[in-house]
């Protein structure tokens, strides 16, 4: 039975993620969609596990204004439905946020935005919580697992209450945290709705626009009422020593709350700590109280000052006279791990003199004593990816192409990892499918060649617009698609490419290559770089060839994921168990070195190259590389 699936009052030691995913089985949602993105991933999977016994309806679509547009039409429908993406995909989404706001909702909508402090595993720190000032939509905040699944649950009722879509706000340290949920009772879900017609709200041509922005006003005043009565902003009172500057306060919300709490009971001061889990709009009134009652309040928050503005705005707007610290102690860099909001609580009762430094950008060399070496992050054993990248490499090298002069935009996802030793074959990256749009600019602007990669669920996510524009505008480069037939980095989700959906249903494969053509790029070929890679090197002479003649090219590298594909067929590329003969071995390092596989490691003593089996996952591409035939291949 899937995790999230139990009766009433059971309890469940549940990641964050899945406590949300919990919460919206329990809040009677029909409609759930999403696009895979750390760290928000396990919510979606969580459903989708759940989805059939459930009775709901789950999909990862194909980027995330498509799921967020699918979700918001199930909720004019009458349906309940929700939206997860990690914060930059709530960038992608943010078009049809914005005027979605403007709409309304009917049926409850409910969205998380899995923002990332310290970027974990993304390419900013961006704080999510300034879009709902921008686009007035509102926001709830939980701490804990256990608030994670009930505030999405309250958070369906006031979307209903209000009509507006609602935003949980969670991050790393809330969305993979384990806690104890305590279970509650399910609203029975409802996946079939009506859609009736209203033009004159839902069609927002300008005079439309102009009706609805007063509209949304009003709700928003209705939602700051509700902020000041809910049981989601409440004070706790810690008992202790009474602090130097008087009468201690400290605002807080999100997973900085409990920190907060965990340091102030740490150090023995009587504090009074306003817990904010309804976040936007502010209870401006139980805030004025709080300030009025205090003569010093820190304001904690990840990662910008977006509570503190509004705090010193309502403290001005009252003529209050408090010292409020915020961001001038803290740091607005990486995560507020507790021992800097400790030396924050220190800094603003007068024990310490400074400001708080933010956590190291970088993981520890050292601990307790023992040195940790720096490991770089690398693609699989068996990874496609390596024989596509190799096969490219020498490519040129035959060409008498020297790489180091040719740019490499890259793209979001495992071909990241090409930016690293020994290929070095990332020179930008900016966004999902930046790597077709970057190369249109640079093609046209330099005359150095330009090679882009960019994965399977990237292409149909964000690249084909830019495959389209350099089509269009007649910018020549090479498109390389890392075609894995699977969502690799976030953990193995389906895609257009794949065949079957995020309920586990078979569906049409779309062929990238047949997209390619029809999107009229001059040159396009296919190849399984594993299976036969000599082919794949020889495939990319040719395409080089066309791209100097000032043509369009895409070159496909289709072969699934290894892991995925050892799951699925028992085995990955060719099969087997490889041995390196150490007689016949030269060393010449093609294997260990240029190849860069994992499984293959070095004997210092014998001075030759080994694989370790408990590693290779049996792709055999080291056996075709091997100039001396040295690698040998067992079926078992």
């Excluded at 999230?4 to 029909?30: F, S």
């Excluded at 509102?138 to 009722?157: G, H, N, R, T």
């Excluded at 500057?245 to 997973?255: C, P």
């Excluded at 004997?603 to 190259?609: G, I, N």
Aim: neutral net charge; contains cysteine.
């Amino acid at each position: 039975m899937a995790v999230i699936l139990g009766q009433p009052g059971e309890k469940r030691l549940l990641l964050g993620n899945e406590a949300i995913a919990r919460g919206v089985l329990e809040a009677g949602v029909g409609f759930v969609s999403a696009y895979p993105g750390t760290p928000s991933t396990e919510i979606i999977e969580a459903l989708a596990d759940a989805a059939k016994e459930a009775g709901i309806y789950v999909e990862f679509s194909t980027n995330e204004i498509v799921a967020y547009e699918a979700a918001f039409a199930a909720s004019l429908a009458g349906i309940r439905s929700f939206f997860a993406a990690k914060h930059v995909g709530i960038n992608v989404a943010s078009d049809a946020l914005a005027t979605s706001v403007q709409i309304g909702t009917n049926a409850g909508f409910v969205f998380v935005s899995a923002d990332d402090p310290h970027a974990h595993s993304s390419q900013n720190e961006q704080d999510n919580r300034n879009l709902a000032r921008i686009f007035y939509f509102i926001m709830l905040e939980p701490a804990s697992p256990q608030e994670a699944k009930d505030f999405v649950k309250k958070a369906y009722d006031i979307s209903e209450e209000i009509k507006l879509p609602v935003m949980v706000r969670s991050t790393t340290r809330l969305s993979h945290v384990r806690g104890i949920v305590t279970f509650g009772p399910a609203r029975e879900p409802v996946t079939k709705g009506f859609f009736k017609k209203d033009p004159k709200r839902y069609v927002v041509v300008p005079s439309t626009a102009r009706r609805n922005h007063a509209i949304v006003l009003q709700k928003l005043e209705k939602a700051r009422e509700l902020a000041e009565r809910t049981d989601m902003n409440k004070i706790i009172r810690l008992e202790g020593n009474t602090p130097p500057v008087g009468r201690f306060g400290i605002i807080a919300s999100g997973v900085a709350s409990l920190h907060a709490i965990e340091e102030a009971k740490k150090l023995g001061i009587e504090v009074d700590i306003l817990k904010l889990g309804f976040t936007y709009p502010l209870p401006e009134g139980k805030i004025r109280d709080f300030l009025e009652n205090h003569d010093a309040v820190l304001i904690v928050e990840e990662i910008d000052p977006v509570m503190e503005r509004d705090i010193r705005a309502i403290a001005q707007k009252h003529d209050i006279s408090v010292k409020i610290y915020g961001k001038d102690i803290l740091p607005q860099l990486y995560e507020l791990r507790p021992e800097i909001i400790e030396k924050g609580i220190k800094i603003a009762l007068g024990y310490e003199k400074g400001k708080a430094s933010p956590a190291p950008p970088e993981p520890p060399q050292e601990v307790y004593g023992v040195h940790i070496p720096k490991r770089l992050p690398v693609l699989c054993p068996g990874c496609p990816h390596r024989a596509s990248y190799y096969a490219v490499k020498r490519a040129l090298q035959e060409l008498g192409v020297k790489p180091e002069e040719v740019i490499y935009p890259t793209d979001i996802g495992c071909m990241t990892l090409g930016i690293s030793p020994p290929y070095y074959m990332g020179d930008v990256l900016l966004c999902m499918g930046s790597s077709a749009g970057t190369s249109s600019g640079l093609s046209k602007v330099t005359d150095q060649p330009v090679i882009a990669f960019i994965g399977d669920s990237t292409f149909f996510h964000a690249g084909m617009p830019g495959l389209v524009n350099a089509v269009f505008n007649k910018h020549p480069f090479i498109l390389v698609v890392l075609d894995n037939e699977i969502t690799a980095m976030t953990g193995f989700q389906p895609d257009p490419s794949t065949g079957f959906t995020a309920m586990g249903e078979e569906t049409r494969i779309i062929d990238i290559a047949e997209v390619a053509k029809a999107i009229g790029a001059d040159y396009v070929i296919k190849v399984d770089q594993v299976l036969d890679w000599n082919k794949a090197k020889e495939a990319f002479k040719e395409a080089w060839r066309k791209y100097r003649e000032g043509k369009v090219v895409v070159v496909v590298f289709r072969h699934m994921c290894a892991l995925t594909e050892r799951r699925l067929r028992g085995k990955a590329g060719l099969g087997g168990v490889y041995e390196i003969l150490q007689d016949k071995c030269v060393n010449c390092g093609i294997c260990y070195k240029q190849f860069n596989c994992p499984a293959i490691l070095f004997d210092e003593e014998k001075q030759k190259p080994y694989i370790r089996t408990d590693l290779c996952l049996g792709c055999g591409v080291c056996m075709q590389l091997c100039p001396v035939k040295a690698i040998i291949r067992h079926e078992k």
